[in-house]
């Protein structure tokens, strides 16, 4: 389970996003009104996933023993506001001594990571609203 805080402020869409032990900082650029600080939420949803990739294929070719150097996920994220559909492109680069049979199968477990599988299955979300007790009443 993952647990994630995101807090703003009065900073214009500054936002910083913690766990218990971590913090990053999102935003948007400067050319819509943010201070372009941090990576925007999109960024971050396709950086995710490019993580979890590279995340993946490096514990796989760990396990077998196999000489991968590095892995780079290079990963486009764009939505159709019409269709109502996203794409997630990803281009994969594998450097190492590894044979095309290697190089095929990383790019098989490439598409079973975490987040990938996440993304591609039925999402259910709950927004639950929380009474603020600094509030004024």
């Not at 098989?108 to 990938?116: F, G, M, W």
């Not at 299955?121 to 600094?134: G, V």
Request: charged share 25%; glycine share 6%; aromatic share 4%.
């Amino acid at each position: 389970m993952a647990l994630i805080t995101a807090r703003i402020e009065r900073t214009p869409y500054e936002t910083h996003l913690s766990t218990s032990s971590q913090v990053i900082v999102a935003d948007e650029p400067s050319d819509v009104g943010g201070q372009d600080r941090g990576m925007g939420p999109g960024e971050l949803l396709a950086g995710s996933l490019a993580s979890c990739t590279v995340m993946t294929v490096r514990m796989y070719a760990d396990r077998k023993g196999w000489s991968l150097d590095s892995a780079v996920a290079r990963v486009e994220y764009t939505s159709n506001a019409i269709t109502q559909r996203s794409l997630f492109t990803m281009e994969l680069i594998l450097n190492g001594d590894l044979t095309d049979e290697q190089r095929t199968r990383l790019a098989e477990i490439a598409d079973r990571c975490p987040v990938h599988r996440t993304l591609q299955n039925p999402i259910d979300f709950e927004t639950i609203l929380i009474e603020d007790n600094h509030r004024q009443h």
